[in-house]
């Protein structure tokens, strides 16, 4: 049973980056899945989720309008899309649900 998240990178502001997240071993199909971040210094936080409907929830105002969360029930994974990105989006990124943490991917937004 693993999440994998992958994707990240090094990015200029305003760049877009697209993070996946794969589940093996279980199907992601009934759960909600939620991405968190750690910036540098910083406590992890909640980004947003979705559903297993397909319904978006966001915990972050700053994110809101420039990232977008999706699922692939088929290939079960959920992608985080995210746009106009910020130096303050720098972050390793996680994936979680039914308890389980991918191990996180790192994005960096610099000049």
């Known amino acids: 049973v693993q999440l994998q998240a992958s994707g990240g990178g090094l990015v200029q502001p305003g760049g877009s980056l697209r993070l996946s997240c794969t589940a093996s071993g279980f199907s992601l199909d009934p759960y909600g899945i939620a991405w968190f971040r750690r910036a540098p210094g910083k406590e992890r936080e909640a980004v947003l989720c979705i559903t297993e409907d397909a319904d978006t929830t966001y915990y972050l105002d700053s994110v809101e309008g420039r990232f977008t969360i999706s699922r692939d029930n088929a290939k079960n994974t959920v992608y985080l899309q995210m746009n106009r990105l910020k130096p303050e989006d720098t972050a390793v990124y996680y994936c979680?649900?039914?308890?389980?943490w991918g191990q996180g991917t790192q994005v960096t937004v610099s000049s």
């Open positions: 979680t649900t039914a308890g389980h």
